[in-house]
């Protein structure tokens, strides 16, 4: 499951084409695998929580999104910091 966030994007060409080259589909198990980890809610929700590009209201789940303003204010928060 540790690997899902590199493997599984990378066999279901989310992340870069580096697919063709390592062959995935030729491993029918691992792209299962990889489709059936893609639909736990938790990955799911976790995605979006630890999403930190696009607009921030697709970067929180549910209720707990902050505002435009506020999700603006939090993003110059975290710049300054850095």
């Keep these: 499951m540790a ?11 989310q992340l ?6 390592l062959q995935v589909q030729a491993y029918t198990n691992i792209l299962r ?8 809610p938790a990955l799911k929700r976790g995605r979006v929580v630890n999403r930190t ?11 707990t999104a902050p505002s435009p303003r506020r999700a603006r204010i ?3 928060g ?3 910091a850095t």
């Design 33 to 40: 695998w990889t489709d059936q980890i893609a639909q736990r």
């Design 53 to 63: 590009w696009g607009q921030p209201s697709s970067q929180h789940d549910g209720p």
């Design 74 to 76: 939090l993003l110059a």
């Design 16 to 21: 870069y084409e580096a697919g063709e080259f």
């Design 78 to 80: 975290r710049s300054r």
């Design 3 to 13: 690997v899902w966030p590199w493997y599984g994007t990378l066999a279901k060409k």
